[in-house]
């Protein structure tokens, strides 16, 4: 969605205002100098031989303001090019307000003038500004509809944008683009569509940008529709990485990695979609395996990039590829990433590395919101209540207020370390002293908490105190402690409220099952398993993984398909013969001491 994005900027201000002020918004080389090549013939039209020559260098100059300025003050004869050029190159280096000071005092102004200034405003966040040069403009063409409808979106104005649109009278298709944009980011999908129907001429970034804002707000059923109607010819790298994303979103892998090999050639941006849905879908070590093949092409990996292979590397703990990970980081200079870093955290602690999660932490210049929820995420899980505890103390006085992610990492530290009346003091203060509103999540916690504890009455007290109906989390949380403290009644009824919400839930029979058992009540036990096969219900299948020469293998209970099944049964019947020749002999010795 990013690239999209970015796409559909680009494209905008290439094309939103005419050729001269073109010439003007062109970034600097290496050197700080503004290229003009053959755009100097544009301004040889309306500038006379000295002149144009003096404008030309101001707009090379404009990277260095003070020696543009210079040139400009020298000129004994200065034309409205002149202007519009010393205008954009101070509002370009970020001297708004001396681009209005010389606006105000330019002796004639033409269209191209105000477009600066509106185009200046928006550039430096100074919409309203913007708004009023738009008003107070005594003619105005298509582009300056176009800046103040993209300025407007920018800042996430909708209605502003459309009342600016609909009184247009005339509109182009980056007029249109615009707002189909402006409608998807809002959520307004059918707005969006009956604008995009209603066009005459559709480009390729108004497909793209419907396309995507289908995907960006799942709906994928009709970014596919539109997607297979589109134009072949228009799809180009940033329509296709939209519909690999969409894909991934659906769980569609094999339809992605279709779409993601056609494209040629391949850019970081959709290795990141393939690597992000390989990631997010749970097939880490695919994801893992495409990103090892974007390095042997030579290409650079970003942000984005780093942080889907973290994710992988955390779901397959593989700490070796997460280190090797990290050294990319450190190598392509992200360590000022707040992004990566937060990533860096999770990842270490998700394999076993506390320790190295803490000195990620310590090493961020900068650390936001995030990254102090990670910090204390990562402890918690850990079971480590003094050092969250620490760290939630240290983010108070840096500044930072927690919020809901926050006491839900403090809540599970709680649970990891039996914490009740911590857990509760936690709660009360979220609640009271920070208004931070407790959702499903919190409540989860705060039940398990209690029901670990034996305090089931309490759980249950709590439960029916909530201002929202008990999800299958809160009920499992409940069940679970039944099963321990062999509570049958509060068992049961959390087993049906669970198996209304979530009636192919295995976990909900095998507890109850389990509780029966406990309780020595067979029949039920029976009952409940017929019951269960009669629903078809099936118990999901646990599945392990160890990573042996940089190759993780996947082990299921029953499952014969290994290719090296043979030998781990051989190695399995020796460990077993050798704890058995164990206990002979620890019991030949406990004998032999008893003569002493």
Not at 236 to 260: D, H, Q, S
Not at 302 to 310: I, P
Not at 386 to 415: H, R, V, W, Y
Not at 561 to 583: F, G, N, T
């Amino acid at each position: 969605m990013l690239c999209i994005s970015y796409f559909h900027q680009t494209y905008l201000k290439r094309i939103l205002f005419p050729p001269i002020l073109r010439i003007l918004s062109t970034p600097p080389d290496s050197c700080g100098n503004f290229t003009l090549h053959s755009s100097n013939c544009l301004i040889r039209l309306f500038s006379t031989q000295y002149v144009f020559v003096n404008n030309a260098k101001i707009s090379a100059r404009a990277g260095k303001i003070s020696a543009a300025r210079q040139l400009f003050d020298q000129m004994t004869t200065k034309d409205v090019i002149t202007w519009n050029a010393i205008i954009t190159g101070y509002w370009q280096n970020g001297f708004l307000q001396e681009s209005k000071n010389l606006f105000q005092s330019m002796p004639v102004k033409n269209i191209v003038s105000w477009n600066c200034m509106i185009a200046g405003c928006i550039d430096n966040d100074r919409i309203d500004d913007a708004f009023d040069y738009f008003q107070a403009m005594p003619e105005r063409n298509t582009a300056t509809y176009n800046a103040m409808i993209s300025g407007f979106l920018k800042h996430g104005r909708l209605e502003e944008a459309t009342r600016i649109f609909e009184p247009m009278p005339r509109r182009n298709v980056i007029s249109y683009t615009a707002m189909l944009d402006g409608f998807m980011k809002k959520g307004e999908v059918g707005k969006a569509r009956a604008l995009f129907d209603y066009m005459s001429f559709k480009n390729v970034v108004s497909w793209t940008v419907m396309i995507a804002g289908y995907v960006k707000n799942e709906r994928f059923c009709e970014a596919r529709e539109l997607f297979y109607r589109m134009p072949d010819y228009d799809k180009n790298v940033f329509v296709v990485t939209a519909m690999i994303t969409g894909f991934c979103k659906v769980g569609m892998l094999e339809n992605a990695r279709l779409l993601f090999e056609r494209i040629q050639p391949k850019d970081c941006v959709s290795f990141n979609a393939m690597i992000a849905g390989y990631a997010q879908n749970g097939v880490a070590e695919e994801a893992l395996r495409l990103f090892s093949g974007m390095i042997k092409m030579d290409m650079q990996p970003d942000d984005a990039t780093l942080v889907s292979v973290f994710t992988a590397c955390s779901a397959l703990q593989l700490l070796n590829e997460g280190r090797q990970s990290h050294v990319l980081v450190i190598r392509n200079g992200f360590e000022a990433n707040v992004s990566v870093c937060n990533a860096v955290i999770t990842m270490y602690s998700r394999c076993g590395g506390i320790l190295d999660s803490e000195l990620a932490f310590r090493q961020i210049h900068s650390p936001n919101l995030v990254s102090w929820n990670t910090i204390i995420a990562a402890f918690a899980q850990h079971g480590h209540y003094e050092k969250a505890l620490s760290f939630f103390s240290q983010m108070g006085l840096n500044g930072f207020d927690p919020d809901g992610i926050t006491f839900l990492s403090l809540l599970s530290a709680c649970g990891h370390a039996g914490k009740v009346n911590e857990s509760m003091d936690l709660f009360e203060l979220m609640v009271k002293v920070y208004g931070i509103i407790p959702s499903s999540e919190h409540y989860t916690c705060l039940v398990d908490i209690l029901s670990r504890a034996g305090q089931l009455e309490k759980a249950w007290q709590i439960m029916q105190g909530m201002p929202f109906e008990a999800d299958t989390g809160v009920w499992g949380s409940l069940l679970a402690a039944c099963v321990i403290n062999l509570n049958v009644e509060l068992g049961e009824l959390a087993a049906k409220k669970m198996s209304e919400l979530d009636p192919q839930n295995s976990a909900v029979y095998v507890m109850l099952s389990n509780l029966y058992a406990a309780a020595g009540m067979w029949r039920d036990v029976t009952r409940v398993r017929l019951l269960m096969k009669e629903q078809g219900v099936t118990k999901q299948c646990a599945y392990s993984w160890i990573e042996i020469g940089n190759k993780v293998h996947y082990f299921l209970g029953g499952d014969m398909s290994h290719p090296c099944i043979d030998k781990i049964h051989l190695e399995l019947k020796r460990a077993s013969v050798q704890m058995k020749s164990v206990d002979v002999f620890l019991e030949i010795a406990m004998s032999w001491s008893s003569f002493d």
